[in-house]
Nanobody, 114 residues
Framework: QVQLVESGGGLVQAGGSLRLSCAAS????????MEWYRQAPGKQRESVAT???????NYADSVKGRFTISRNNAKKTVYLQMNSLKPEDTAVYYC????????WGQGTQVTVSS
């Protein structure tokens, strides 16, 4: 059973930082691309950052230079370091493995106050 458990969200002032974690189980983590998404109220879910099995990363233009995705295969965990946060980063953040796209965790709420 694929499981994804996100954590690390919270309330932070603009300009602050947060580090999100996503613990994965039920599949071979080390060979899978992992992705962070977010969904703001009233908006569609959007991809934020991706990391391949070779640790190649890709970012949405809106977060490039501020967010960093990383992974620890031994811990089966993917991270999202978020710096210089803006109010428009407010959203529920989810991780996902594209190979198992139908499986989602509960997400973690990030709220950035101005």
């Amino acid at each position: 059973q694929v499981q994804l458990v996100e954590s690390g969200g919270g309330l932070v002032q603009a300009g602050g930082s947060l580090r999100l974690s996503c613990a994965a189980s039920g599949f071979t983590f080390r060979v899978n691309t992992m992705e962070w998404y977010r969904q703001a109220p009233g908006k569609q879910r959007e991809s934020v950052a991706t990391i391949t099995r070779e640790h190649v990363t890709n970012y949405a233009d809106s977060v490039k230079g501020r967010f960093t995705i990383s992974r620890n295969n031994a811990k089966k965990t993917v991270y999202l370091q978020m710096n210089s946060l803006k109010p428009e980063d407010t959203a529920v953040y989810y991780c996902n493995a594209p190979t198992y796209y139908d499986y989602w965790g509960q997400g973690t709420q990030v709220t950035v106050s101005s």
